[in-house]
């Protein structure tokens, strides 16, 4: 069970809907729904530092470059699981293009649309970010998604026998399914999103 704060009041519910989400989330972005529960998000410093250096440079290539695209934290965006499901997910950065995100200014709600590109720093639930969240921004159709594994805490079916920090950006194919390139050391990381960003996989694991 899961118990959710409402202004001083206390409700206890075996699962939300996706609605009653909405209706009763803080609008801070702290907060996931997952299969059906209110899911507190907490992060280290160095996971903070890593979205800050990364959210920095996003932002500053998209006004090098003029591109119609803003960079944000904390906005909640709608997934289903294979099931039908429905999932609030709240990715560490989220790359929005800019007719999206000003079309509604006044709007608490959350996202929709597919995003341009979602970024999650990997935590103690590493899980989330290279399977349930995987699949999720897959059938939602973003076009990339970055997991940064700063400590390398997944397991070698996806970080094989060196277990080092890594950086995997998935793209989109034309069949609507990632294609998934790991990026470590000094390799520059490749974006489809920012293709002149010129970061080394170092410059972003090393914050």
Not at 25 to 53: M, S, W
Not at 83 to 96: A, F, T, Y
Request: hydrophobic share 40%; charged share 25%; net charge negative.
């Amino acid at each position: 069970m899961v118990a959710i704060a409402k202004g001083q009041e206390l409700k206890v519910k075996t699962k939300l809907t996706y609605e009653e989400f909405l209706e009763i989330c803080p609008k801070d972005g702290k907060y996931e729904l997952v299969d059906g529960e209110l899911v507190a998000v907490a992060n280290t410093r160095q996971h903070e530092n890593i979205v800050a250096f990364i959210y920095k440079k996003f932002d500053r290539e998209i006004d090098r470059l003029s591109l119609d695209f803003v960079v944000r934290q904390n906005v909640s965006i709608k997934t289903n699981k294979i099931n039908g499901l429905s999932q609030g997910r709240v990715p560490d950065i989220s790359v929005i293009d800019r007719n999206t995100w000003y079309s509604n200014p006044s709007d608490y709600s959350s996202l929709i649309e597919p995003i341009q590109l979602a970024i999650e720093v990997v935590s103690t639930n590493w899980t989330d970010d290279y399977i349930e969240k995987f699949d999720e921004y897959q059938r939602l159709g973003i076009p990339e998604y970055w997991i940064v594994d700063y400590k390398a805490i997944a397991s070698r079916e996806f970080l094989g026998n060196s277990k080092i920090p890594t950086i995997f950006v998935n793209l989109l194919d034309a069949n609507g399914k990632y294609q998934t390139s790991k990026f470590t050391g000094e390799a520059i990381v490749k974006s489809k999103t920012f293709p002149e960003l010129g970061l080394t996989a170092a410059q972003i694991l090393n914050i």
